[in-house]
């Protein structure tokens, strides 16, 4: 195989030493390694046409792989085979202001577009936290979403057009700057985003742009219990501001962020809210009040906001240590990603702290509350006999919980192996087929990216 | 487990409700208003939720809220079986398998049909303002490709031994960044002003309409009454520094436009130029090729029509979305719309020389698209 991928890949890289595999073998859920048997890293799209092209003949599965931050165990080798490390396709290739879009490979680091676009007025909104080096086909292969997705909504809202290669080597283009279908009669890009790398590998992307918002203005305020920040979260979802995000921490994660050196002098066992309300000055100046005031009703006597940048970040310095302590804290942790209807938040989460008492793992709630994406983490040692059965057990029930109040498995970190599992809670035996008929008709071996997305996707050569 | 189907419900918390594929937009209205909330969606309150789907996939509040497919969350969909099934979901962010929801959003019947949708509802906030800016100015016709087919690295090949397809050229230098001079006076400065600001995202709609030779702009706000001055401020301010001449109207009720005849898909800055070579001059022989065809779209700028056809009687009428890039023509005298050699014929260069930039040859689309509808048709029609 060795001989084959050095005849398929001339000028970029292929890597097989176990050293070098090893930087491969998982992605952000961490504890779930599995070892591919050689990394390819082509170096343009002409090599990784190529590469597809000769795909087939190799007999093995087949994992693109962006800056493998994905959350769900999506771009690892879980039935071994060769990763595609796409990191050289990392070109700005067209940013159009007037025509409010943007032409990028699928290698482009998502805070480098964000710092490419600044100069011009103009943002592309989705923000997954890992944006400083995840890539922009790693977050349309997932749907990413991000903290500001309760306004903007997530990639698939701002995705006019992809470029994809088949396994047999054909290259197509889904849409492009208009974000329609192209020649084709039906539209097809919308099968590619969140599709997980199983159906094909992309090449570039057209995506749709705003323009930034003049000003901003953070709200942080704390509660003393679940019920109260629910009633602000419930008010600010119908605030005719529509704020930008609508974020919380649970008392656990408040508790974790002041026992560190991030602390910011969060009251002890309150549940933190974080707002942003942006928009031109004159409008968001006068909003601000009622936004203070609606936090303030909701029962908190702690809102503090600010439109001054520096204090802004300090303001979301809660907010983002939070989310890097966790690795401090415990050898393993799992984030889940299940979305709800927001009536239903105190039940879930209550549901959260019950199971992960009872079963001696320490749950952190961080997440998106706007969206009702709730983002359980999971804290335990992989290498502790049980601990990882007690998580599964609870991540189970908290999915089936999640799914008989209405809601879904995930919001934006997509299904990977990790929930593939869970896929027969939501669709029954008719909307199932629908779901393998995807991957079916565009990668019928599941060469491409097996075991993900769904469990019967096995690739067989 | 047996199939889930969504049941009937309005989620006064989440702002979604499940209605029924033939509920009118007028008994949406009703059924939201209790709960101070609305579908901004409209384009005829009198037809159904299904004909606006069928029709256009964006209305004039898109500019806002995002078409059609952003707005609507899950279906329940029966299939050519006859089988009912759930597809999405009822809450707003959902990276749970395959996106079946959009893809079969706007496929009309070729798949089953809609039953009941999922939709999601936005604040009603109970005043709506309407500004109307005119003003005197010239057109030319449009120079097509100018500011798109420029950059060096935008170049698509064909690959010899893979019939049709395309490849990134490589790419030499700094990246190309498109930009024109900012229009200093008239409508088109209006609309670069209202688009190219924070205000942007304020406004419910920023429409360009044509008709009979006439045009303006039209700028809906929906906002709470006391911040109404702020919006009209800016309005005034925007009308003062481009010369032209601005009617606000308070408290009014959002026009509805009715549905398209004809909508064309496009970029958002050629929005205003493909408008306006709609009603002085008749539609297109792009659209008449492309209906003759039955084949509903070219490339970059997609054209649609309608499946009632032209509505004959009508006075030609068309309205740009304009930061949605779309154009919606509801027009009369389809045969001399048809056989026009100027308005969007004039267009058409433009629309070849994207067509021929941005796509892959048809022959091979066709060729795997038929494959691929071949296996989902397959699952779609399974007892």
């Given at each position: 195989?060795?001989?084959?991928?050095?005849?398929?890949?001339?000028?970029?890289?292929?890597?097989?030493?176990?050293?070098?595999?090893?930087?491969?073998?998982?992605?952000?859920?961490?504890?779930?390694?599995?070892?591919?048997?050689?990394?390819?890293?082509?170096?343009?799209?002409?090599?990784?046409?190529?590469?597809?092209?000769?795909?087939?003949?190799?007999?093995?599965?087949?994992?693109?792989?962006?800056?493998?931050?994905?959350?769900?165990?999506?771009?690892?080798?879980?039935?071994?085979?060769?990763?595609?490390?796409?990191?050289?396709?990392?070109?700005?290739?067209?940013?159009?202001?007037?025509?409010?879009?943007?032409?990028?490979?699928?290698?482009?680091?998502?805070?480098?577009?964000?710092?490419?676009?600044?100069?011009?007025?103009?943002?592309?909104?989705?923000?997954?936290?890992?944006?400083?080096?995840?890539?922009?086909?790693?977050?349309?292969?997932?749907?990413?979403?991000?903290?500001?997705?309760?306004?903007?909504?997530?990639?698939?809202?701002?995705?006019?057009?992809?470029?994809?290669?088949?396994?047999?080597?054909?290259?197509?283009?889904?849409?492009?700057?208009?974000?329609?279908?192209?020649?084709?009669?039906?539209?097809?890009?919308?099968?590619?985003?969140?599709?997980?790398?199983?159906?094909?590998?992309?090449?570039?992307?057209?995506?749709?742009?705003?323009?930034?918002?003049?000003?901003?203005?953070?709200?942080?305020?704390?509660?003393?219990?679940?019920?109260?920040?629910?009633?602000?979260?419930?008010?600010?979802?119908?605030?005719?501001?529509?704020?930008?995000?609508?974020?919380?921490?649970?008392?656990?994660?408040?508790?974790?962020?002041?026992?560190?050196?991030?602390?910011?002098?969060?009251?002890?066992?309150?549940?933190?809210?974080?707002?942003?309300?942006?928009?031109?000055?004159?409008?968001?100046?006068?909003?601000?009040?009622?936004?203070?005031?609606?936090?303030?009703?909701?029962?908190?006597?702690?809102?503090?906001?600010?439109?001054?940048?520096?204090?802004?970040?300090?303001?979301?310095?809660?907010?983002?240590?939070?989310?890097?302590?966790?690795g401090q804290l415990s050898a393993d942790f799992v984030v889940q990603d299940a979305v709800i209807p927001k009536r239903a938040l105190a039940e879930v989460l209550q549901l959260v702290y019950d199971e992960a008492d009872a079963a001696g793992i320490p749950a952190v709630n961080i997440f998106h509350a706007g969206d009702g994406n709730l983002h359980p983490n999971f804290l335990f040692n992989s290498r502790?006999?049980?601990?990882?059965?007690?998580?599964?057990?609870?991540?189970?029930?908290?999915?089936?919980?999640?799914?008989?109040?209405?809601?879904?498995?995930?919001?934006?970190?997509?299904?990977?192996?990790?929930?593939?599992?869970?896929?027969?809670?939501?669709?029954?035996?008719?909307?199932?087929?629908?779901?393998?008929?995807?991957?079916?008709?565009?990668?019928?071996?599941?060469?491409?990216?097996?075991?993900?997305?769904?469990?019967?996707?096995r690739f067989v050569a | 487990m047996s199939e889930r189907l969504f049941e009937p419900f309005v989620d006064a918390i989440d702002g979604t409700a499940c209605v029924s594929a033939s509920a009118t937009l007028a008994e949406i209205e009703a059924l939201c208003a209790p709960h101070r909330l609305r579908f901004p969606l409209i384009l005829d309150a009198k037809a159904t939720l299904r004909d606006h789907v069928e029709a256009a996939t964006h209305a004039p509040a898109s500019h806002r809220f995002g078409p059609f497919c952003d707005n609507i969350l899950g279906m329940n969909w029966r299939l050519p079986s006859g089988k009912a099934v759930r597809i999405g979901e009822r809450v707003a962010k959902t990276t749970t398998g395959y996106d079946w929801l959009r893809f079969l959003l706007h496929t009309g019947n070729r798949f089953g049909e809609p039953l009941d949708y999922v939709i999601r509802l936005r604040p009603d906030c109970g005043f709506t303002m309407v500004a109307e800016f005119s003003a005197e100015e010239m057109w030319s016709r449009p120079s097509g490709r100018q500011d798109l087919a420029e950059a060096p690295d935008c170049r698509t090949s064909k690959s010899p031994g893979v019939m049709g397809s395309t490849r990134p050229a490589q790419l030499g230098g700094l990246k190309p960044v498109t930009t024109s001079p900012q229009p200093r006076d008239g409508l088109r400065a209006v609309v670069h002003q209202l688009l190219h600001s924070g205000w942007m995202h304020w406004w419910d709609s920023v429409d360009y309409i044509c008709r009979d030779g006439t045009k303006h702009v039209r700028v809906i706000v929906h906002t709470p009454r006391e911040e109404a001055p702020i919006f009209e401020t800016?309005?005034?301010?925007?009308?003062s520094s481009t010369s032209t001449h601005v009617e606000v109207k308070h408290d009014s009720e959002a026009p509805h436009d009715g549905l398209p005849d004809a909508t064309i898909k496009t970029t958002p800055d050629r929005v205003l130029e493909l408008a306006h070579c709609f009603p002085g001059e008749g539609y297109s022989r792009a659209l008449a090729r492309q209906r003759s065809e039955d084949s509903s779209r070219i490339d970059n700028v997609v054209i649609e029509s309608s499946p009632g056809g032209l509505k004959p009687g009508n006075t030609l009428r068309c309205v740009g979305l304009c930061y949605c890039g779309v154009v919606h023509a509801t027009g009369n005298d389809v045969e001399r719309v048809c056989n026009s050699s100027t308005g969007v014929a004039g267009f058409q260069p433009a629309i070849d020389e994207l067509e021929t930039r941005q796509t892959s040859l048809r022959v091979e689309n066709s060729f795997y698209e038929s494959a691929w509808l071949t296996t989902l048709e397959q699952a779609l029609h399974e007892r």
């Open positions: 195989m060795l001989r084959q991928l050095q005849s398929l890949i001339t000028r970029g890289r292929v890597l097989t030493s176990p050293a070098q595999l090893a930087g491969y073998s998982a992605d952000g859920l961490g504890y779930k390694r599995f070892m591919p048997d050689a990394v390819v890293i082509p170096a343009d799209a002409d090599e990784l046409v190529a590469f597809m092209r000769g795909a087939k003949s190799l007999g093995v599965p087949v994992i693109l792989r962006g800056a493998g931050t994905s959350l769900s165990g999506g771009p690892v080798a879980a039935q071994g085979g060769v990763v595609v490390h796409t990191s050289s396709l990392k070109r700005i290739r067209e940013i159009n202001v007037d025509g409010f879009w943007c032409e990028v490979e699928c290698g482009v680091a998502l805070n480098d577009l964000d710092a490419a676009l600044k100069p011009h007025g103009v943002f592309y909104p989705p923000d997954p936290s890992s944006g400083p080096v995840c890539t922009l086909g790693g977050n349309i292969a997932s749907n990413a979403g991000g903290a500001h997705c309760f306004r903007y909504g997530v990639t698939s809202n701002y995705v006019l057009g992809v470029e994809a290669v088949m396994l047999d080597g054909s290259v197509h283009r889904f849409g492009g700057p208009a974000g329609g279908h192209g020649p084709w009669r039906e539209d097809w890009k919308r099968f590619m985003i969140g599709s997980e790398g199983t159906l094909a590998a992309f090449t570039r992307f057209w995506l749709r742009l705003l323009p930034l918002p003049e000003k901003v203005w953070t709200f942080r305020a704390t509660y003393p219990d679940v019920r109260r920040i629910e009633a602000a979260i419930h008010a600010l979802v119908a605030h005719p501001a529509y704020p930008a995000a609508i974020e919380m921490i649970d008392p656990r994660g408040v508790a974790m962020v002041e026992g560190s050196q991030m602390a910011c002098g969060l009251p002890k066992g309150s549940f933190m809210l974080l707002t942003e309300i942006d928009g031109p000055a004159a409008l968001v100046d006068a909003r601000v009040q009622s936004i203070a005031k609606l936090l303030c009703d909701a029962g908190s006597d702690d809102v503090v906001f600010s439109d001054d940048e520096p204090t802004r970040m300090k303001l979301w310095k809660a907010r983002k240590a939070a989310g890097g302590l966790m502790k006999p049980g601990d990882l059965e007690k998580v599964e057990h609870i991540s189970k029930a908290l999915m089936k919980r999640v799914i008989e109040v209405g809601g879904t498995l995930s919001g934006e970190h997509g299904i990977g192996n990790d929930k593939a599992a869970y896929m027969p809670l939501v669709f029954g035996p008719d909307s199932m087929r629908l779901q393998l008929a995807v991957p079916a008709a565009f990668n019928p071996a599941h060469q491409l990216n097996p075991l993900k997305v769904l469990e019967a996707r | 800016e309005l005034r301010r925007v009308a």
